[in-house]
Protein backbone atom coordinates (compact mmCIF):
# COMPACT_ATOMS: atom_id res chain seq x y z
CA UNK A 1 0.00 0.00 0.00
CA UNK A 2 2.75 2.24 0.93
CA UNK A 3 4.37 1.72 -2.49
CA UNK A 4 1.01 2.66 -4.04
CA UNK A 5 0.93 5.90 -2.43
CA UNK A 6 4.25 6.72 -3.38
CA UNK A 7 3.74 5.64 -6.68
CA UNK A 8 0.81 8.18 -7.20
CA UNK A 9 2.56 10.96 -5.69
CA UNK A 10 5.87 10.62 -8.08
CA UNK A 11 3.01 10.81 -10.90
CA UNK A 12 1.59 13.91 -9.03
CA UNK A 13 4.66 15.87 -9.00
CA UNK A 14 4.96 14.87 -12.67
CA UNK A 15 2.40 16.40 -13.94
CA UNK A 16 3.06 19.54 -11.91
CA UNK A 17 6.65 19.58 -12.94
CA UNK A 18 5.21 19.45 -16.72
CA UNK A 19 2.60 21.57 -16.25
CA UNK A 20 5.05 24.39 -14.53
CA UNK A 21 7.62 24.13 -17.74
CA UNK A 22 4.76 23.34 -20.65
CA UNK A 23 2.07 25.75 -18.80
CA UNK A 24 3.42 29.07 -19.52
CA UNK A 25 4.47 30.56 -22.62
CA UNK A 26 7.91 30.91 -22.73
CA UNK A 27 9.91 34.13 -24.60
CA UNK A 28 11.78 33.36 -27.58
CA UNK A 29 15.69 34.15 -26.49
CA UNK A 30 16.74 34.98 -30.44
CA UNK A 31 13.98 38.49 -30.62
CA UNK A 32 16.01 41.35 -29.43
CA UNK A 33 13.96 42.80 -25.62
CA UNK A 34 11.06 44.90 -26.40
CA UNK A 35 10.50 43.62 -30.18
CA UNK A 36 7.34 41.47 -29.11
CA UNK A 37 4.14 43.64 -28.75
CA UNK A 38 1.56 43.14 -27.02
CA UNK A 39 -1.38 41.92 -28.60
CA UNK A 40 -4.60 44.37 -28.36
CA UNK A 41 -7.67 43.09 -27.18
CA UNK A 42 -9.85 42.05 -30.02
CA UNK A 43 -13.08 43.81 -30.53
CA UNK A 44 -16.25 42.00 -30.68
CA UNK A 45 -19.06 43.66 -32.30
CA UNK A 46 -22.50 42.50 -31.07
CA UNK A 47 -24.65 41.94 -34.85
CA UNK A 48 -27.68 44.47 -35.50
CA UNK A 49 -30.74 42.84 -35.05
CA UNK A 50 -32.55 41.50 -37.77
CA UNK A 51 -35.04 43.73 -39.32
CA UNK A 52 -39.30 42.72 -38.58
CA UNK A 53 -40.22 40.23 -40.84
CA UNK A 54 -42.65 42.06 -43.54
CA UNK A 55 -46.15 40.62 -43.22
CA UNK A 56 -47.40 39.22 -46.70
CA UNK A 57 -50.79 37.54 -47.29
CA UNK A 58 -50.46 36.35 -50.56
CA UNK A 59 -54.13 36.19 -51.10
CA UNK A 60 -54.80 40.11 -51.50
CA UNK A 61 -54.21 41.44 -54.64
CA UNK A 62 -54.41 45.02 -55.78
CA UNK A 63 -56.08 45.40 -58.81
CA UNK A 64 -57.28 48.89 -59.93
CA UNK A 65 -57.23 52.32 -58.39
CA UNK A 66 -58.81 55.73 -60.16
CA UNK A 67 -59.06 59.43 -58.21
CA UNK A 68 -62.61 61.00 -57.97
CA UNK A 69 -63.06 64.21 -56.44
CA UNK A 70 -59.39 64.86 -55.14
CA UNK A 71 -59.76 61.36 -53.10
CA UNK A 72 -58.42 58.18 -54.14
CA UNK A 73 -60.30 55.14 -54.59
CA UNK A 74 -58.41 51.45 -54.33
CA UNK A 75 -59.76 47.72 -55.53
CA UNK A 76 -58.44 45.26 -53.36
CA UNK A 77 -59.19 41.13 -54.30
CA UNK A 78 -58.99 38.50 -51.31
CA UNK A 79 -58.44 35.58 -53.21
CA UNK A 80 -59.30 32.82 -50.46
CA UNK A 81 -62.78 34.71 -50.33
CA UNK A 82 -62.98 35.57 -54.21
CA UNK A 83 -64.23 38.94 -53.18
CA UNK A 84 -62.78 42.44 -54.04
CA UNK A 85 -63.93 45.69 -52.70
CA UNK A 86 -63.26 49.40 -53.63
CA UNK A 87 -61.84 51.28 -50.51
CA UNK A 88 -61.09 54.97 -49.75
CA UNK A 89 -57.96 56.00 -47.82
CA UNK A 90 -58.40 55.47 -44.13
CA UNK A 91 -61.21 52.90 -44.88
CA UNK A 92 -61.29 48.85 -43.41
CA UNK A 93 -61.93 45.90 -44.56
CA UNK A 94 -62.59 41.78 -43.33
CA UNK A 95 -62.92 43.34 -39.95
CA UNK A 96 -59.93 46.26 -39.99
CA UNK A 97 -57.78 43.76 -41.04
CA UNK A 98 -57.04 45.38 -44.32
CA UNK A 99 -57.01 49.12 -43.74
CA UNK A 100 -55.29 51.19 -46.03
CA UNK A 101 -52.30 53.78 -45.03
CA UNK A 102 -51.27 55.54 -48.16
CA UNK A 103 -50.79 55.25 -52.12
CA UNK A 104 -47.12 56.17 -54.29
CA UNK A 105 -49.08 56.56 -57.43
CA UNK A 106 -45.46 56.84 -59.24
CA UNK A 107 -44.63 52.88 -57.71
CA UNK A 108 -48.50 51.93 -58.15
CA UNK A 109 -48.26 51.35 -54.67
CA UNK A 110 -50.55 50.88 -51.43
CA UNK A 111 -49.45 50.68 -48.04
CA UNK A 112 -51.41 48.67 -45.55
CA UNK A 113 -52.21 49.05 -41.72
CA UNK A 114 -49.36 46.35 -40.19
CA UNK A 115 -46.40 47.19 -42.93
CA UNK A 116 -47.61 45.38 -45.65
CA UNK A 117 -47.59 46.67 -49.48
CA UNK A 118 -49.66 45.81 -52.32
CA UNK A 119 -48.48 46.53 -55.91
CA UNK A 120 -50.64 47.31 -58.69
CA UNK A 121 -51.31 43.48 -60.42
CA UNK A 122 -50.18 43.25 -63.54
CA UNK A 123 -52.59 42.65 -66.44
CA UNK A 124 -52.37 39.47 -68.32
CA UNK A 125 -53.43 41.37 -71.52
CA UNK A 126 -56.56 38.70 -72.32
CA UNK A 127 -60.01 39.50 -73.60
CA UNK A 128 -63.01 38.56 -71.84
CA UNK A 129 -66.04 37.69 -73.90
CA UNK A 130 -69.33 40.29 -72.64
CA UNK A 131 -72.56 39.47 -73.53
CA UNK A 132 -73.94 42.03 -75.60
CA UNK A 133 -77.64 43.00 -75.20
CA UNK A 134 -78.62 42.43 -78.83
CA UNK A 135 -80.65 39.07 -79.56
CA UNK A 136 -78.76 37.17 -81.76
CA UNK A 137 -80.94 35.23 -84.71
CA UNK A 138 -79.99 31.58 -84.43
CA UNK A 139 -79.59 29.69 -87.51
CA UNK A 140 -82.16 27.04 -88.84
CA UNK A 141 -80.95 23.70 -89.78
CA UNK A 142 -80.86 22.37 -92.92
CA UNK A 143 -84.57 20.02 -93.01
CA UNK A 144 -83.78 19.72 -96.79
CA UNK A 145 -82.57 16.46 -98.11
CA UNK A 146 -80.21 16.54 -100.97
CA UNK A 147 -80.07 13.41 -103.25
CA UNK A 148 -76.92 12.14 -104.94
CA UNK A 149 -76.84 13.22 -108.33
CA UNK A 150 -77.11 9.86 -110.06
CA UNK A 151 -80.67 8.70 -107.52
CA UNK A 152 -83.81 8.18 -109.37
CA UNK A 153 -86.13 10.16 -107.87
CA UNK A 154 -89.32 8.60 -106.84
CA UNK A 155 -92.51 10.12 -107.81
CA UNK A 156 -94.95 11.60 -105.02
CA UNK A 157 -98.20 9.32 -104.23
CA UNK A 158 -101.16 9.81 -106.16
CA UNK A 159 -104.55 10.70 -104.53
CA UNK A 160 -107.87 9.87 -106.15
Not at 64 to 70: A, D, P, V
Not at 75 to 89: E, P, R, Y
Request: charged content about 25%; hydrophobic content about 35%.
Amino acid sequence: MMILLVRINLVICQVAFCLGLFGQPSSNPFLRPGSKKPVPPSVVRQAPPPPAPIPRNPNLEFRGYFKYENEWNFAIFDKSKNQGIWLKKGESFDEGKIEIIDFDPQLHEVRLKGGMKLVLKDSDKTVLAVPSGQAVPSKKPNTTITPPPNARTIPPPRRR
